[in-house]
Each structure stands twice: as C-alpha cells, then as structure tokens.
C-alpha cells in the first residue's frame, strides 16, 4: 500500500483564491512526521511546512496551513492568497517513528492563473 | 550559508558506463540522504548516512549503485554498469542528524538529472 496518497495530478487557482492540496497517509505508528515541500521547474525541493502526529494546532507558515485530521489521515496544504510563484509541483511526505527516511507521494502540479 | 549542492547538474552517458555523481551537504549537517525521481513520481529513498557510514541503504536497487562518504561530509553515488532505466534525477538531502527528531527537516539540493542513452 502506498504510504503517501495525493490523488491531484493537477490542480488551477485563479491569483489571490486559497487552494488545498490533499494528501493522505498511511501508517501504524502512533508516531511521525508530515512535510510538504514545492518543487519548481528548477527541479530543487524547498521545504514549506512540517506537522507531527502529537502536534495539537495545525500547523502554519506564512501563507502555508497544513489541515491535519489525525482519525481521517489526512494533512492537506492551504495555500492562502494564492501567487503566481506558487506555480510548481507539491509533494506530500511522511517520516515514521524512529526511520529517517521520507515517503513521497506522487505530488500535485498547481498553476496560479493571472 | 550554503545549501545542498550537486554536481554535475546533468549528466549524459551510454548504456555500460560508469558515473559517479557527487554531494556537498550543508556545513554542520551530519546526516545524508540520497533519493532518486523518475519522471512523473515523487523522489524515492535510496541510501541514509549518519556520519561516515551508511546507516541504511535499503533503497539502493540492486548492486550496480553503490555510495560513500569517506569524510562524514561529501557523498558520492556511484553507479556501474548504466542502463537506460537508471535515467532519473538524483536528489541529495542533508540534515542536523539529531538522533530520532521526527520532525528534523531534510534540505534537498538542485539535483542532477542523468541520461543513459
């Protein structure tokens, strides 16, 4: 079974609208990590946000939210007033229990349109 | 400060060949992760370093691949033998190596995009 699911190939926003990224997980341990990162066409993977499965608030950054539902398994991104540098690839990714590495999931390409 | 940097950016290279493709991880950064993304797919785990050894190298696809870290700084992947399914991007991350921080954030480098022709 997949360990990261985002089921968004692809997904438009118009500038300025919020957008969410879905992504589900998949694991038994009661602890582990969710990140998202943004890959542009530059290929470099920029972290965005982190969340931990005994985190209590979701977490946020900047325009960043992470909609953590810990019974749903599923930490989507919000991206908030959405820019046109928001443009890229999003990938989903999971570290579990005493692991190092990331489970990626197969991400979703988001295009701000002007 | 520096980030994670790769070199080459790209590398072209004929089926049966041997390339080698390095990684300067962030100064301090003592753990190292190679990963590798096909086109379309997210990247997948390949090999972790902690320090000078390679604390998992569960992701590595069979025995053509191999890499080190003589030093605990600079890695390099080495791959024998090229076939074209081994054309990819090869990520590197680096991160602080806390023992067993779930939420230690890995920095990934600009990567390098290989073709076996």
């Known amino acids: 079974a997949q360990k990261i699911t985002q089921t968004q190939p692809g997904m438009f926003v118009q500038e300025k609208e919020a957008v969410t990224l879905d992504c589900t997980y998949d694991t038994s341990d009661q602890s582990y990590g969710l990140f998202w990162y943004k890959q542009p066409s530059s290929g470099e993977m920029i972290f965005l946000i982190y969340?931990?499965?005994?985190?209590?608030q979701n977490a946020t950054e900047g325009r960043y939210s992470l909609n953590f539902q810990k019974a749903r398994k599923s930490a989507n991104l919000v991206i908030s007033a959405s820019q046109l540098g928001d443009s890229a690839m999003y990938f989903c990714a999971m570290r579990e229990g005493p692991g190092n590495q990331f489970y990626f999931g197969t991400g979703t390409s988001l295009t701000v349109i002007p | 400060g520096a980030g994670v940097s790769q070199t080459p950016s790209n590398k072209v290279t004929e089926k049966g060949k041997y390339v080698e493709l390095r990684c300067d991880p962030i100064?301090?950064?003592?753990?190292l992760y190679w990963y590798r993304q096909s086109l379309g797919q997210g990247p997948e785990f390949l090999i972790y370093f902690q320090g000078t050894g390679a604390a998992d190298d569960s992701g590595l696809p069979n025995d053509r691949f191999f890499a080190v870290r003589p030093e605990g700084s600079v890695s390099t992947l080495k791959i024998q033998r090229t076939e074209r399914g081994d054309s990819a991007v090869y990520l590197c991350a680096s991160s602080l190596g806390t023992s067993g921080r779930i939420g230690e954030t890995q920095y990934f480098g600009p990567g390098t995009r290989l073709l076996v022709l």
């Open positions: 969340q931990g499965s005994y985190d209590e």
């Open positions: 100064s301090g950064h003592t753990a």
